[in-house]
């Protein structure tokens, strides 16, 4: 132990005896010699803790002026910076528009064959899917019935011409008698009355002969009508084609009534084939009959067959705005069938000039579409009117002139008057070059 550790407990000093809790009464308070220290500590932890807050206080408002400037630096740097962007240029439409429609052919010309006489099918010469020609026997029907009606009318039409023969020759003679006696009336060798009875009887024979042979007309006709019937007792096909349809058979009895009978066989013409395309209001003032037409089948890749626009309605659809259009296909040898879907390819003559713009050029927002214009470094935002959407092209005929070079992917930060640099397009096997911004 320390010699200060040996004292007596009375003489250890005042600051080792513990502070009492609430001053005594009687007793002398005393502040301890220390406490002059102590405070003096208090109060340099005090300044520190002040320095410190100022420190604090001060470091803040420098950081949130340095992140001003950091903020104006940067705002200044963006109105000052650049853009580099890529460019193309406004192209005038070509004169001839290009336009695919979907379509389905169609025969040139159906006929139903029916029955023109009544009797029974004799023969039958063809069947469905077989092609014909024009006179080809398709069906013979067979009715004896008119076979003697055709014999009669024959025999009565040459017995009336016998009996109109004997009446001109009749005729004939009584003028020859009122030639003659004519003189020998007007000298009195034959009296007036026998005169006037001459004539009479040749005008009575002329009357006669007139409607013998009026009669021999109609009997004639009557003739005609039976052979044209024996005619139809042989049924052929009215033009080159093919037949789609076939309801008879050998032994069925035919009715010559196309009211009420059933029709005998379907011909489609085949060598011509037509379609029809409805062409939007936008084209329709420039098509016309000749127009050329290119029709293609998916199912007969590589394979196009020329058309020409013949007929067009007079009218466009209220409904759809379109115009009815019919195209005529050669098909000499028969590759195209009726009902079959196909591509037709108009190549139309422009009627109103047009331009095309990028697709990625077109700003959409809500001021509706526009385009950004380099002119003299900067750029123009403008609104264009847009007429038809090709795809990767927009054609349209107000806003822009040919040979405007309009923004490619313009970015959304881009404003109306800002200045930019043009970007050169690079080939696709180069790399791109790197660009400086400002």
């Not at 803790?49 to 100022?54: D, G, K, Q």
């Not at 009026?214 to 096909?237: G, L």
């Amino acid at each position: 132990m320390s010699a200060e550790d040996k004292r007596p407990e009375a003489e250890k000093p005042e600051t080792d005896k513990p502070w009492p809790s609430e001053p005594q009464p009687g007793l002398d308070v005393r502040v301890p010699q220390d406490t002059e220290a102590f405070n003096r500590m208090g109060r340099r932890v005090g300044l520190v803790a002040l320095l410190v807050l100022a420190a604090g206080l001060a470091y803040g408002a420098w950081r949130e002026y340095a992140e001003h400037q950091a903020v104006l630096a940067t705002a200044q740097k963006q109105r000052d910076f650049v853009p580099s962007l890529f460019v193309s240029e406004v192209k005038s439409s070509p004169e001839v528009v290009d336009l695919t429609l979907p379509a389905t052919t169609l025969a040139y010309t159906t006929t139903n064959m029916f029955a023109r006489v009544s009797g029974y099918i004799s023969q039958r010469k063809v069947d469905i899917g077989d092609r014909v020609k024009k006179g080809d026997l398709l069906a013979y029907i067979s009715a004896p019935e008119i076979e003697y009606q055709l014999a009669q009318a024959e025999a009565t039409l040459a017995q009336t011409k016998a009996t109109v023969g004997q009446m001109l020759a009749n005729m004939e003679l009584a003028q020859i008698t009122d030639q003659r006696n004519e003189p020998l009336v007007e000298r009195g060798f034959v009296s007036a009355l026998n005169g006037d009875t001459y004539r009479l009887n040749l005008k009575a024979q002329e009357d006669q002969v007139r409607a013998a042979q009026a009669n021999m007309a109609a009997q004639a006709a009557q003739v005609e009508v039976a052979r044209q019937q024996k005619d139809y007792q042989s049924v052929v096909a009215p033009f080159d084609g093919v037949i789609t349809q076939r309801n008879v058979d050998v032994g069925d009895l035919m009715q010559g009534d196309s009211t009420s009978g059933t029709f005998m066989f379907t011909v489609q013409q085949s060598d011509v084939i037509r379609t029809q395309a409805y062409v939007p209001q936008d084209l329709a003032f420039g098509l016309g009959p000749g127009v050329k037409v290119t029709i293609r089948v998916p199912q007969i890749p590589g394979k196009v067959f020329p058309g020409t626009v013949t007929r067009i309605a007079d009218a466009l659809e209220p409904t759809t705005r379109t115009l009815l259009t019919e195209i005529d296909i050669p098909n000499p040898d028969g590759a195209l069938q009726p009902g079959t879907y196909v591509t037709v390819e108009l190549n139309i003559p422009r009627k109103t000039p047009s331009l095309l713009v990028p697709a990625s050029a077109i700003i959409f927002n809500q001021n509706g579409m526009q385009v950004a214009v380099v002119k003299d470094g900067k750029a123009n935002i403008q609104k264009v009117e847009v007429t038809r959407d090709l795809g990767t092209e927009i054609e349209v005929d107000a806003g822009v002139t040919a040979g405007d070079k309009v923004i490619l992917n313009p970015p959304v930060t881009l404003q109306n008057g800002q200045k930019v640099r043009i970007r050169q397009q690079q080939a696709k096997n180069e790399p791109e070059k790197p660009t400086k911004t400002e």
